[in-house]
């Protein structure tokens, strides 16, 4: 079975003399079992009709950011939300340009923004437009964050001019497409992952937390869905909203994790702590709001209950993977909670550096298990969650 069977493909079609290779591309991709649903630039417009993308596709093309119809009915935000990939083929110059300055003054750009499926860029250009610096720029900067390139290839091209520069064949972007959904690496299990910081009351109005965002949590939950497996997101308090297919509860405190864990860990295959719980809360939190007077004030802390360590004393263990985010002896001190908390597999992850850990959109983490490691270099925390996934699935297929 094709790994875009049954996935959602958003295809933006920038303005290039290429455009009319994209119809080939929407029958592929729906030939291998994918959905898909056009998203037509204004220019790519003056190259091919949108009617012929709406015949192929069997779904309404989608042209204009401020369409009060499209967005009444499908519009960029649930878009970007329904997406399990997005597809630019071809992919302008200006396209990439726009796309790495992040802009957002049209659907294309905006749902790129929107979006955390995997974005695949198939360019088609001049050649010299493809060597010039300010393009091989964009290139590596959109690579560093996680951007999928497929082509372009060498060859004849529309302008007269031989080299690099024509958009991908349809069946390799096809190929590109399925290799970002490695063959449902986790299909047929059930994946529990806690993400974001607690919140320990100190009164009604005040907390002790921490500066964890959920993205590192939130990205590996949407790592496993797209590998197949069923997923259980436990999330502190976050900004994020919800992966697409993946389930989530909500908590606060370190207790109320630490029950929404218990109640279904007996049956997930595989747990994931990433969330930054508190050690300490509070021993007796104020009922009413705390007034200011001139003394010092002195709060009696008392230890949470450690979820990680309770989940693998269960009598019957899902593969437990836990982080260690450690400001020193990084290694040292996550090999030593792998053993102490009887786990799996440790992300070791160094916070206290500007761009990396907690709040960034960025990490690297080494991975440790028994008898083995594998460092993850630094990359956008969906790069790094998808490839901590890849391990996993390894990992505990070997398990198994
Ligand atoms: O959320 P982001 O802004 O994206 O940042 C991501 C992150 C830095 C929070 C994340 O990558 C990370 O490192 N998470 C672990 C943070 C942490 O609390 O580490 P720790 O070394 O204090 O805890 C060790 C492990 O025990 C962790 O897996 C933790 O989830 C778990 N734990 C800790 C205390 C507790 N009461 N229960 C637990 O399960």
New binding site residues.
Partial sequence: MSRLNKKRVVLIVTGGIAAYKALELVRCLRDDGAAVNVVMTAAAEHFVGRLSFQALSSEPVHTDLLDARAEGAMGHIELARWADIVIVAPATADFMARLRHGLADDLATTLCLATVAPILVAPAMNRQMWLNAATVDNTAVLKIRGIVFVGPDAGAQACGETGPGRMALPADIVAAAGALFPAGMLAGRRLMV???PTREAIDPVRYISN???????YAIAQAAAEAGAEVILVSGPTRLSSPVRVHRTAVIS?DEMYDAVMAVVDDVDIFV?????A?YRVEAPAQQKRKKDNHSLNLTLTP?????QSVTARPTPPFAV?????TEDLLQNARS?LER?SLDMIAA?Q?GIEGL???SND?ELYVLWKGGEQHLAKAS?DVIARQLIGLVADRCHSRA
């Fill in positions: 806690t993400a974001g500066k964890s965002s959920g993205k590192m949590g370190a702590a990433c969330a930054a719980v050690d949470t209950r450690d979820i990680l836990g982080f260690a985010a450690e909670k908390k992850n916070v850990g907690f709040d990490n925390k």
